[in-house]
């Protein structure tokens, strides 16, 4: 029974990368404006179809992901710039409420330029799988392992070390001191969008060879992800990423141990008892509970 | 004043239209042309115009000619509903075609028994044809087939333990109901039932434990992408157990996902897709091959099974009028009843009393695939 173990944890880690670079956007964009922003998952749908648009049209397949990651965080900051900041000051619950209406005009607009097909990426380096502890495991899944560490030490490096991670991080703590400051929110907020269209984008490129891609796959990976920082502790980004990561392994536990067909419930059940316990999520402290 | 004088210039011409062609066929469609089941409703639709147009320029129908009457239902239960009340009550069809999906198709097909007309339906559930309601026909083959053919083929490889992976939407859960029925029936043991979601990414959970269970084949039941996945995890665990899809994922998409991953995968699927490997004695040869040659050079796309649907529902109706040699409704049912060996698109039909599908297990070929390619199973 046991000897499915080592499979299952690789498999929920993959899965759970993916869930834990959702997460993190939703962590940018919450620190610097307080808003939990419903079109996360359409940046990494963006990253996997851009990277296959792009492709199919010739460039190679480097390029073609470069290129749609700097689309989509285009596109992240041009979400700030065209419907965000517009509404001003206007409750929270309006700003998400504008995201989720953001969300189904991108995934529209995606449908109708590229169509309703699935779609996959060549793996970076082969599909041949490599075994370790008699888990089978992809080379692409180790590239995503990898790339969303790098991905997260960089985020620290950024907050800790540079000026515009630190103004960041004070429009996170208190709007009002740091515009005092000279800190632009404004343009905070938008290069928070940015941040997290990049995160998306990168995401969904390095995935989509591992689970392909098409133009409604945001709306699930936009609610596994959300449910990844609520349990991580929301505000925190390595709490999100250790959310998706423990989300994903959950999952695969539950449908390989007990039933495949309830795999989703369970992973949920635990959310909910987990927010029972201790409602700022595992690794929210009292500091990041801003409501 | 513009308004009275057309409105009078209308009445006219349609008192006077009969005396200039042959009163029309009325024939009615509810089709998904938009919506999330457009991918069965598209080719169907495209596929009903092109069979009216060709039956118009030969003439029409009993010297009729024939005319169509399309809606779309948006893949939505409650329009198709509104769209057969307004096919029934006011446009005054003699038969129906549709609907797209098999949830619409229930929702609707009551109304024909009252309505004394007669329905032919393109959507695939058994319960649609089983216990048989005598207004009610359908073209598309059902699951049982499917499963059958595949049964057919484990029990002369001589596979006795079978393990199934199945989707948690309708086609997947319905598959299921019937693996779960006919492995056992059919003297195998099934060793591992495991389920997977529609938007799943990764199956390596479910199939490391299908594994386990050392099953001889392993049958998964769903459409695309869920079992491009399958195949995929199932290279990348090393699992050398003979797989078995479902004729859900019938189309060349699938090999484009499922890549290198794909090569020796059989299912079960319609004559159409392998129509150029069909020996020239094959009863439905020449017809796969023109319809494909047709559709393609007027639609620039490729052909589907769900297309020939379309096909296959038009041309019975057409024949059953032809000979009733009459459009009443109650004689067309009847005569659509009395259809033997019609060599269709979706396979050979036969009707009668109890059956109104009309079609066996041998509607489905076993297709291996081999470079990329189907390749028909000897």
């Not at chain 1, 965080?73 to 041009?78: D, E, I």
């Not at chain 1, 699935?118 to 590239?143: C, D, E, M, R």
């Not at chain 1, 997260?152 to 960041?168: D, E, P, Q, V, Y």
């Not at chain 2, 189309?251 to 020996?279: N, T």
Request: hydrophobic fraction near 50%; include cysteine; charged fraction near 15%.
């Amino acid at each position: 029974m046991l000897s499915g173990a080592p499979q299952y944890l690789v498999s929920g880690l993959t899965v759970g990368a993916t869930y834990g670079l959702t997460a993190l956007g939703f962590t940018m964009i919450f620190n610097t404006t307080g808003i939990i922003n419903f079109a996360q998952g359409e940046f990494v749908m963006l990253g996997g179809m851009l990277s296959v648009v792009l492709m199919k049209a010739g460039a190679p397949l480097p390029l073609a992901i470069a290129l749609a990651v700097a689309v989509a965080a285009l596109a992240g900051a041009l979400i700030e710039r065209a419907v965000i900041r517009p509404v001003g000051r206007s409750a929270p619950v309006n700003l998400v409420i504008i995201t989720i209406g953001v969300s189904i005009l991108v995934r529209g607009a995606v449908m109708l330029a590229f169509g309703k097909d699935t779609f996959s990426l060549p793996a970076f380096s082969g599909t041949k799988p490599l075994s370790i502890l008699g888990a089978a495991v992809q080379p692409q899944s180790i590239w995503v392992l990898a790339i969303t560490l790098a991905l997260l030490a960089a985020l620290k490096l950024f907050f800790s070390r540079t000026i515009h991670g630190k103004a960041m991080l004070a429009c996170a703590c208190e709007r009002k001191a740091a515009s005092l400051m000279g800190i632009s929110v404004e343009r905070m907020a938008m290069f928070s969008f940015a941040l997290s269209g990049f995160l998306g984008a990168v995401g969904g490129a390095i995935l989509t060879p591992i689970t392909l891609t098409s133009y409604d796959v945001g709306v699930m990976l936009g609610l596994k992800g959300f449910a990844a920082c609520i349990l991580g502790g929301l505000g925190n980004p390595f709490g999100a990423a250790a959310g998706g990561l423990i989300l994903g392994v959950l999952e695969s536990l539950g449908a390989g141990f007990i039933s495949s067909a309830y795999k989703d419930a369970f992973a949920f059940i635990v959310l909910l008892a987990l927010l029972f316990v201790k409602p700022t999520g595992l690794f929210g402290g009292p500091k990041s509970d801003r409501v | 004043m513009l308004h009275r004088i057309l409105g009078v210039l209308a009445v006219l011409s349609l008192w006077a239209a009969p005396a200039f062609a042959a009163e029309p066929i009325k024939i009615g469609a509810v089709v998904s042309v938009t919506g999330p089941a457009s991918f069965l409703g598209e080719p169907e639709k495209n596929t009903l115009e092109m069979v009216k147009d060709e039956l118009n320029a030969k003439g029409g129908v009993l010297g009729r000619p024939v005319e169509l009457i399309v809606y779309d239902d948006e893949s939505d239960v409650n329009k198709a509903v509104l769209a057969t009340e307004k096919l029934l009550k006011k446009d005054g069809v003699m038969a129906v075609i549709g609907a797209t999906t098999s949830g619409s198709t229930l929702a609707i097909m009551n109304k024909f028994p009252a309505a004394q007309v007669p329905l032919v339906s393109m959507s695939a559930a058994e319960k649609i044809v089983n216990p048989v309601n005598p207004w009610v026909f359908k073209v598309a083959p059902s699951d049982r087939h499917a499963v059958g053919r595949i049964l057919q083929h484990a029990k002369a490889q001589g596979y006795k333990k079978i393990a199934i992976v199945t989707v948690s939407d309708g086609f997947g859960q319905a598959g299921r109901e019937v693996l779960k029925e006919l492995i056992p029936a059919r003297g195998f043991t099934l060793v591992a039932d495991e389920v997977y979601g529609p938007k799943d990414t990764d199956m390596t959970a479910q199939l490391t434990k299908l594994k386990d269970a050392a099953p001889d084949a392993i049958i998964c039941w769903g459409t695309n992408p869920g079992p491009a996945v399958v195949a995929r995890n199932r290279a990348q665990l090393g699992i050398t157990t003979p797989l078995y899809m479902s004729h859900g994922v019938a189309s060349k998409k699938f090999i484009e996902l499922a890549k290198e991953s794909a090569e020796g995968l059989m299912l079960p699927a319609g004559d159409l897709i392998v129509a150029a490997q069909l020996p020239d004695s094959h009863p439905q040869k020449a017809q796969l091959v023109e319809y494909t040659r047709q559709y393609q050079d007027k639609f620039k796309s490729d052909v589907s099974t769900f297309g020939g649907h379309g096909w296959d529902g038009l041309k019975l109706v057409a024949k059953a009028i032809e000979a009733a040699g009459t459009d009443k409704p109650a004689a067309v049912r009847d005569a659509l009843e009395k259809i033997a060996a019609f060599p269709g698109i979706g396979g050979v039909f036969t009707f009668s009393a109890t059956d109104h599908n009309g079609l066996g297990e041998d509607a489905f070929e076993m297709v291996v695939i081999q470079g990329g390619d189907w390749k028909i199973v000897k």
